[in-house]
T-cell receptor, first 110, second 114 residues
Framework: GENVEQHPSTLSVQEGDSAVIKCTYSDSASNYFPWYKQELGKRPQLIIDIRSNVGEKKDQRIAVTLNKTAKHFSLHITETQPEDSAVYFCAASMGGKLIFGQGTELSVKP | ETGVTQSPTHLIKTRGQQVTLRCSSQSGHNTVSWYQQALGQGPQFIFQYYREEENGRGNFPPRFSGLQFPNYSSELNVNALELDDSALYLC?????????????FGDGTRLSIL
């Protein structure tokens, strides 16, 4: 079936450390992979996305890598700051729709 | 550029009632997707509208229905409300209906069923 698995469900890091969130997807035809950040009580915000013809994409402190053969992709946040604390969702396009992972609650401790 | 707006922000209904939620897409976007987000879960795809036609549906019963208007705004209708329908309902707009374009979300409607 159409499925996206996301790990870990919670992640706690010290300010300045790196954080990595990993996702696997089931549909080998998926070719678009966005990441969203959702703060408590707010809308999911698109923070970065990657397409299947690219292996890595970087935007300042965040980067995403994609391994199509293994059907997994990851979000990397470097030099974490307290304002990075939020729930992060990965998603994959499947059959014209986005399927979301279950989310990772990231806590950055000052 | 106007972002995605949803109304109302909060709604309380009782079992068996019907509800209509509204979404205005970001200017220039012709596609609206609706999602249900239960507490502590990721958004679950309900359906998508592209140029006023349903363009894909998730695993939701027929009592979840929708519309898209010529200005690309959209409605989500839910009949015969059940307790499990309590959730945050999000809409997202995008440029195309192929699932491969960035989707931008509204603030959502928090629906509580008593």
């Amino acid at each position: 079936g159409e499925n996206v698995e996301q790990h870990p469900s919670t992640l706690s890091v010290q300010e300045g450390d790196s954080a990595v969130i990993k996702c696997t997807y089931s549909d080998s035809a998926s070719n678009y992979f966005p990441w969203y950040k959702q703060e408590l009580g707010k809308r999911p915000q698109l923070i970065i996305d990657i397409r299947s013809n690219v292996g890595e994409k970087k935007d300042q402190r965040i980067a995403v890598t994609l391994n199509k053969t293994a059907k997994h992709f990851s979000l990397h946040i470097t030099e974490t700051q307290p304002e990075d604390s939020a729930v992060y969702f990965c998603a994959a396009s499947m059959g014209g729709k986005l399927i979301f992972g279950q989310g990772t609650e990231l806590s950055v401790k000052p | 550029e106007t972002g995605v707006t949803q109304s109302p922000t909060h709604l309380i209904k009782t079992r068996g009632q019907q509800v209509t939620l509204r979404c205005s897409s970001q200017s220039g976007h012709n596609t609206v997707s609706w999602y249900q987000q239960a507490l502590g879960q990721g958004p679950q795809f309900i359906f998508q509208y592209y140029r006023e036609e349903e363009n894909g549906r998730g695993n939701f019963p027929p009592r979840f229905s929708g519309l898209q208007f010529p200005n690309y705004s959209s409605e989500l209708n839910v009949n015969a409300l059940e307790l499990d329908d309590s959730a945050l309902y999000l809409c997202a707009s995008s440029l195309q209906g192929d699932g491969n374009q960035p989707q931008h979300f509204g603030d959502g409607t928090r629906l509580s069923i008593l």
